[in-house]
Every structure is written in structure tokens, then in C-alpha cells.
Nanobody, 123 residues
Framework: QVQLVESGGGLVQAGGSLRLSCTAS????????AGWFRQAPGQEREFVAA???????YYSDSVKGRFTISRANAKNMVYMQMNNLKPEDTAVYYC?????????????????WGQGTRVIVSS
């Protein structure tokens, strides 16, 4: 059983930056693909970014060029650097890991989830 804990959320002005972290325990991060999802108020959870064990990354069009997902397997950590934040990025951000590198965007393919960290971007 893998436990994931996100951190790094907070309140930031539009144009600012935040770095989210996801700490894994109970498993080896290098064995999993990792992803970030988000859920804005009143909306369904959506895919943001994914990173597999070979270094391949994949982003939603809405964050491409602004967000960067990375991982430090030795530390069992996954990160997401978020730059040029916009009010529409306001959401609870979730870290998740998957045993298989499938569609990357389908949350049903992810096996373990964190509790989320809230990001609020003010205009």
C-alpha cells in the first residue's frame, strides 16, 4: 500500500509560482508512473501532468509551457513546478501513482492517491 502526501499549496497572486511536492511511502516510486490531477470548485477532477519511470512527461494543454513535473526516485518524491499561475489554476491538486503507463490522463488507471493540496490564485 502506497501512501502519498502532497504539500506546497497556498495562496499566490496571478503570475506567481508555486512548487508542489508529493512524498511517497510504503512503496518505491521508481516502480510507478506519477501524475498530478486537479479539481476546481464545482468541477470534475482533471488531468494536469504525468511522468513515467523513463523520464517521459505529458501535460494537459492548459498547463503546457507553464508547469513542469519532475521526480526524485531516490527520495520517493514527485514535484510540480507551476509558473505564471492564472486564477483558473485555482483547485485542489492531487498526486497519484500508477503501475502502468497507459493513457496517462484517465484517473481510473492510477492506483494510489494523496489527499490533495489547495492552490488559490488571486487576480
Amino acid at each position: 500500500q502506497v501512501q502519498l502526501v502532497e504539500s506546497g499549496g497556498g495562496l499566490v497572486q496571478a503570475g506567481g509560482s508555486l512548487r508542489l511536492s508529493c512524498t511517497a511511502s510504503g512503496g518505491t516510486m521508481r516502480s510507478y508512473a506519477a501524475g498530478w490531477f486537479r479539481q476546481a470548485p464545482g468541477q470534475e477532477r482533471e488531468f494536469v501532468a504525468a511522468h513515467n519511470w523513463n523520464g517521459d512527461t505529458y501535460y494537459s494543454d492548459s498547463v503546457k509551457g507553464r508547469f513542469t513535473i519532475s521526480r526524485a526516485n531516490a527520495k520517493n518524491m514527485v514535484y510540480m513546478q507551476m509558473n505564471n499561475l492564472k486564477p483558473e489554476d485555482t483547485a485542489v491538486y492531487y498526486c497519484a501513482v500508477a503501475r502502468h503507463w497507459g493513457s496517462r490522463i484517465n484517473e481510473d488507471e492510477y492506483d494510489y492517491w494523496g489527499q490533495g493540496t489547495r492552490v488559490i490564485v488571486s487576480s
